[in-house]
DNA sequence: ACGCGCTACTGACAATTGTCAGGAAGCCCG
DNA sequence: CGGGCTTCCTGACAATTGTCAGTAGCGCGT
């Protein structure tokens, strides 16, 4: 369930709008004045906030900025709510970063749209979202909305990759970036030694590819299906108006990306001076903590010991050498290609050490 | 000089319009229809687009919508000029993410402050700049000038940083981001065996420390002096207020961190298969380009062993040992500490290869 | 079910890289 | 200008990791 955090100064207002909106199954957090809410959205982190402008102690664009200066509340969507409708007010609310502004009195539909628009594009970008192909469907659609200008619905085709197939190559154009439906890839580059070095897994709800977008257009690797897999393909054009238009996506996208670059420097690190040990036993933590099957009981990723070994940045003998020794140990347990960890604490004392 | 692209259809608009700014010593290049705009943007990347609504062929917003859906574009401030005032119309341009929105008739000083103040905001993020401290003003006038809330103007003070002092320690809370003034800077991250492995050199011009601003607000990483060094503090507020608020500046951030995250990436690739002596010829070649005295004569870099190492992710006396071969074979000359690249197509072949 | 092919695994050995120790050279500082 | 410190460099050796070759075992398809 989905929490809005609703700031507003006038009571009966506020009742009534939290009325609808919990009618509408959300989850509503109230306050009375700009301060409290900003106090309220620090400590809970909403998925949204409703704001009116005028209100006492601190008004709707102090609250807006104080929020947007905060990383962790700077990606929640916000909505003004406001009885001025003058061009100068509603020009100043959206220039301070909001995402919407809708003037009193308003229809609880516009109310609901609005709402529900902005929550489905955000959604996308939520690590971990669970959503398949209906997800999808509404973000395509939402994506469609955007562009009023090209008519560009034939290209919600989704494609079947089997187990091995390539899906996109290192270097190839992407005019169309490949949103995983079903399955898993791996995607590598290959370095000039014909080594191959795993940059990273990929499932279902995962876009592949977008890096070498934003920089020149073309993938700057190879993507590789593990599996049987569904790929929807988004025009690249969507999905750049997607990102580039939405401040709480852009921000998100921002977080995103620095999220990923501090893993691959912890990674760099590891690389440069941990041992082959260290390095199998971080791989195995994160592949498990990413594909396994299921995440509370020790139950087993399934991984070939070659990706493995290009994930580690190893030769496959190191690799099952040391492997057989970890297995030896009583960390980990090998049945076939499926690996089980089995003690996790070793393992993570092993990994950081 | 600046190159603003002003697509207006009515002639003598464009042209009054073209002349103010070329007075203000603008390079100013013109298109008389949306289509032709688009066209003559994607050719030529302006600094700046001035772009009129209400247009044959294609209008302003199918011209914003068009740019903003491509990479090398989308990152361009984008000012609307119309003279539709109404709410509607305002909100429907700003919405569509254009960064400013002039109506006709405007003053001179309105547009060339518009213009200006979107260009400096911008600038800060383009890569290489080399604003000094004027430039840096210039940015906290604006960071400021955001401000309409708090007083921060009290901040804006500069540290001296003595050669081997450190500036901020891994974990340390960054409640102010460091921006180089003067001097040079290395970031690293210590492994568990107290190895240092590092991530980053940076000069004047750039911020240190921000990525993790973006995660937890604590320093990822300890950044030490490697010269007497000026920095200057930024409150993070005004920092993140800069990179949240402005789409243009959003955008060139995500492609900064995506530029980022590729160059790790390959920097992943040759620590995991690259023997030391390939990278060694990288490292040298990076840190080359980025902090020669003279980019064109094969001038000097003034580096200890010991970082050279901990870039290269290798044991001091390995990369010495390297060194001296290169050296033997003519491919570089070292005085001290002072390192010269001799033969920088030999060098390169090594690299990659 | 059977064989083919691929992957997992083991052993022996070579190559690379790290470690330790010690001397030479350079640099800072009074 | 000399002492003390750090940094650069070299040699000998150890440890780790990669390579090659060969066997066992699993899975897949006909």
Not at 91 to 107: C, H, I, V
Not at 174 to 182: A, I, K, N, S
Not at 203 to 221: K, Q
Not at 268 to 286: D, E, M
């Given at each position: 369930?989905?929490?809005?955090?609703?700031?507003?100064?006038?009571?009966?207002?506020r009742?009534?709008?939290?009325?609808?909106?919990?009618?509408?199954?959300?989850?509503?957090?109230?306050a009375?004045?700009?301060?409290?809410?900003?106090?309220?959205?620090?400590?809970?982190t909403?998925?949204?906030v409703?704001?009116?402008?005028?209100?006492?102690?601190?008004?709707?664009?102090?609250?807006?900025?104080?929020?947007?200066?905060?990383?962790?509340?700077a990606?929640?969507p916000?909505?003004?709510?406001?009885?001025?409708?003058?061009?100068?007010?509603?020009?100043?609310g959206?220039?301070?970063?909001?995402?919407?502004?809708?003037?009193?009195?308003?229809?609880?539909?516009?109310?609901?749209?609005?709402?529900?628009?902005?929550?489905?594009r955000?959604?996308?970008?939520?690590?971990?979202?669970?959503?398949?192909?209906?997800?999808l469907?509404?973000?395509?659609?939402?994506?469609?909305?955007?562009?009023?200008?090209?008519?560009?619905?034939?290209?919600?085709?989704?494609?079947?990759?089997?187990?091995?197939?390539?899906v996109?190559?290192?270097?190839?154009?992407?005019?169309?970036?490949?949103?995983?439906?079903?399955?898993?890839?791996?995607?590598?580059?290959?370095?000039?030694?014909?080594?191959?070095?795993?940059?990273?897994?990929?499932?279902?709800g995962?876009?592949?590819?977008?890096?070498?977008l934003?920089?020149?257009?073309?993938?700057?690797?190879?993507a590789?299906?593990?599996?049987?897999?569904?790929?929807?393909?988004?025009?690249?054009?969507?999905?750049?108006?997607?990102?580039?238009?939405?401040?709480?996506?852009?921000?998100?996208?921002?977080k995103?990306?620095?999220?990923?670059?501090?893993?691959?420097?912890?990674?760099l690190?590891?690389?440069a001076?941990?041992?082959?040990?260290?390095?199998?036993?971080?791989?195995?933590?994160?592949?498990?903590?990413?594909?396994?099957?299921?995440?509370n009981?020790?139950?087993?990723?399934?991984?070939?010991?070659?990706?493995?070994?290009?994930?580690?940045?190893?030769?496959?003998?190191?690799?099952?050498?040391?492997?057989?020794?970890?297995?030896?140990?009583?960390?980990?347990?090998?049945?076939?290609?499926?690996?089980?960890?089995l003690d996790?604490?070793?393992?993570?004392?092993?990994?950081?050490?």
């Amino acid at each position: 369930m989905k929490t809005i955090l609703l700031i507003e100064d006038d009571a009966d207002m506020r009742e009534n709008t939290a009325e609808i909106l919990e009618l509408a199954d959300y989850r509503v957090l109230k306050a009375e004045n700009g301060r409290r809410g900003v106090e309220v959205a620090r400590k809970e982190t909403p998925d949204l906030v409703l704001c009116d402008i005028m209100m006492p102690e601190l008004d709707g664009y102090g609250v807006l900025h104080m929020l947007g200066r905060n990383p962790a509340t700077a990606e929640v969507p916000f909505i003004f709510l406001s009885a001025k409708a003058e061009r100068g007010e509603v020009r100043k609310g959206m220039e301070l970063g909001a995402d919407d502004y809708l003037t009193k009195p308003f229809e609880e539909s516009e109310l609901l749209n609005a709402i529900e628009g902005r929550l489905k594009r955000s959604e996308l970008f939520r690590k971990g979202f669970d959503n398949g192909f209906e997800g999808l469907n509404q973000f395509m659609d939402q994506a469609r909305g955007v562009d009023a200008l090209k008519d560009i619905g034939r290209d919600r085709k989704t494609r079947k990759v089997a187990k091995k197939e390539v899906v996109f190559h290192e270097g190839d154009e992407l005019r169309q970036v490949p949103y995983m439906v079903h399955g898993k890839v791996r995607t590598f580059k290959i370095n000039n030694d014909g080594k191959e070095f795993v940059t990273g897994l990929h499932g279902a709800g995962e876009f592949i590819g977008y890096m070498g977008l934003l920089e020149n257009g073309r993938a700057m690797e190879t993507a590789e299906a593990l599996e049987d897999c569904e790929v929807a393909l988004i025009p690249r054009e969507d999905l750049l108006a997607l990102l580039y238009k939405d401040r709480d996506v852009s921000i998100r996208f921002i977080k995103m990306l620095a999220h990923n670059v501090k893993e691959n420097e912890q990674h760099l690190l590891q690389l440069a001076y941990a041992s082959v040990r260290q390095r199998v036993a971080q791989a195995l933590l994160r592949v498990h903590g990413r594909y396994a099957e299921d995440q509370n009981a020790s139950l087993g990723v399934q991984i070939s010991r070659e990706d493995l070994a290009s994930i580690v940045g190893t030769a496959t003998e190191s690799l099952i050498r040391c492997l057989t020794d970890l297995k030896e140990e009583g960390l980990i347990d090998t049945k076939g290609r499926d690996i089980r960890i089995l003690d996790k604490q070793r393992l993570e004392k092993l990994a950081h050490n």
